[in-house]
């Protein structure tokens, strides 16, 4: 078997919130204690409410924060810790792309110039080269290698998001992280890009840390999945587990919001109580206990640890399944 492309251990991530002075120092806890494994070729997805940390996560693993403690280990290197310039040949390694499509690119350049940029600075290409990888890869994402000339206004937030793609794809990277790559465009256009990102995986032998708020989108891409909750992990498993037998109250809740397009099915919606607590100042236990519709004072005492359940599904709950057994 072989080893995981990127390792993130016990990491944690807090920001300071301090008002004034005199005020007491404050943290938000935006990533408290994750750990996964994302191995070479797969889909690894971050799921989760807006604010639980799976942005943050991304970040960490591509080196733009710098995790208070744990490991981020990527390609068998320990990144942690180490500077900007040890991190600067990696970065040809790890490539994002963006939730925002005409945001994340540079108005004023031309396509061919923002499609280009990565290989004048990673590589010695002359401009000639350049140009001609760069149309290599407007055919390949299902652009004309005449948009090269245009600028971003004079395409649509798909044909944007396929540049952003391309973008990525330029240095030939080990990892993509697609942080809400397609939330801000149209389903049917959706589905078109994550058809282009699986076809490039394919092709390309691409690894991807894929991050969403919509369990529909993941269930299309994924190969393996995690439930993100106030800034931790509550569940992983493989995709076909988690969509069939979720184990966690929070991923049977969200699973249920999910549309199902069958007026005749009937759907059980679970609907938590309360609000998404403080990140400030988390709850004791349990992080999930506040709203769990089978709390006990265990989960408002004792925090819960990850526990194995069937090989490669991982729940951190005191009580797994517990709406299964009691129904």
């Given at each position: 078997?072989?080893?995981?492309?990127?390792?993130v251990?016990d990491?944690?991530?807090t920001?300071s919130?301090?008002?004034g002075?005199?005020?007491?120092k404050?943290?938000?806890?935006?990533?408290?204690?994750?750990?996964?494994?994302?191995?070479?070729?797969?889909t690894?997805?971050?799921?989760?409410?807006?604010?639980?940390?799976?942005?943050?996560?991304?970040?960490?693993?591509?080196?733009?924060?710098?995790?208070?403690?744990?490991e981020?280990?990527?390609?068998?290197?320990?990144?942690?810790?180490?500077?900007e310039k040890?991190?600067r040949?990696l970065?040809?390694?790890?490539?994002?792309?963006?939730?925002d499509?005409?945001?994340?690119?540079?108005?004023?350049m031309?396509?061919?110039?923002?499609?280009g940029?990565?290989?004048?600075i990673?590589?010695?290409?002359?401009a000639g080269?350049?140009l001609?990888r760069?149309?290599?890869?407007?055919?390949?994402?299902?652009?004309?290698?005449?948009?090269?000339?245009?600028?971003?206004h004079?395409?649509?937030?798909?044909?944007?998001?396929?540049?952003g793609?391309?973008?990525?794809?330029?240095?030939?990277?080990?990892?993509?992280?697609?942080d809400?790559?397609?939330?801000?465009l149209?389903?049917?256009?959706?589905?078109?890009?994550?058809n282009?990102?699986q076809q490039?995986?394919?092709?390309?032998?691409?690894?991807?840390l894929?991050?969403?708020?919509?369990?529909?989108?993941?269930?299309?891409?994924?190969?393996?999945?995690?439930?993100?909750?106030?800034?931790?992990?509550?569940?992983?498993?493989?995709?076909?587990?988690?969509?069939g037998?979720?184990?966690?109250?929070?991923?049977?809740?969200l699973?249920?919001?999910?549309?199902?397009?069958?007026p005749?099915?009937d759907?059980?919606?679970?609907?938590?109580?309360?609000?998404?607590?403080?990140?400030?100042?988390?709850?004791?236990?349990c992080?999930?206990?506040?709203?769990c519709?089978?709390c006990?004072?265990?989960?408002?005492?004792?925090?819960?640890?990850m526990?194995?359940?069937?090989?490669?599904?991982?729940?951190?709950?005191?009580?797994?399944?517990?709406?299964?057994?009691?129904a």
């Amino acid at each position: 078997m072989s080893a995981p492309l990127v390792s993130v251990k016990d990491a944690v991530k807090t920001f300071s919130v301090n008002k004034g002075f005199m005020a007491q120092k404050k943290y938000v806890h935006a990533v408290n204690d994750v750990s996964f494994d994302i191995m070479p070729g797969e889909t690894f997805s971050l799921v989760g409410e807006s604010g639980c940390g799976k942005s943050t996560t991304g970040r960490l693993i591509n080196h733009l924060l710098v995790p208070d403690s744990g490991e981020v280990w990527f390609n068998g290197k320990d990144i942690a810790k180490i500077s900007e310039k040890e991190m600067r040949p990696l970065r040809k390694d790890v490539q994002m792309i963006f939730q925002d499509p005409y945001g994340s690119l540079n108005p004023r350049m031309k396509i061919q110039d923002i499609i280009g940029e990565p290989l004048l600075i990673h590589t010695s290409m002359s401009a000639g080269e350049r140009l001609k990888r760069v149309q290599e890869l407007l055919e390949i994402v299902g652009l004309n290698s005449n948009h090269g000339e245009r600028y971003p206004h004079e395409f649509s937030g798909g044909q944007l998001q396929r540049v952003g793609i391309a973008r990525a794809m330029t240095v030939n990277p080990k990892l993509i992280i697609a942080d809400e790559p397609v939330s801000a465009l149209d389903v049917s256009i959706q589905a078109q890009v994550l058809n282009l990102m699986q076809q490039l995986q394919k092709d390309f032998n691409l690894t991807y840390l894929f991050i969403s708020h919509d369990l529909s989108v993941v269930e299309m891409i994924s190969d393996k999945i995690a439930v993100m909750y106030l800034g931790t992990i509550v569940e992983t498993a493989p995709k076909k587990k988690l969509y069939g037998k979720p184990l966690h109250p929070y991923t049977k809740a969200l699973l249920s919001a999910v549309p199902v397009p069958d007026p005749t099915r009937d759907k059980n919606r679970i609907l938590l109580k309360g609000d998404l607590p403080s990140p400030v100042n988390p709850p004791s236990g349990c992080l999930f206990h506040t709203r769990c519709p089978h709390c006990t004072e265990k989960c408002k005492t004792e925090k819960p640890k990850m526990q194995v359940m069937d090989g490669d599904h991982m729940v951190k709950c005191h009580y797994p399944g517990i709406a299964d057994k009691e129904a």
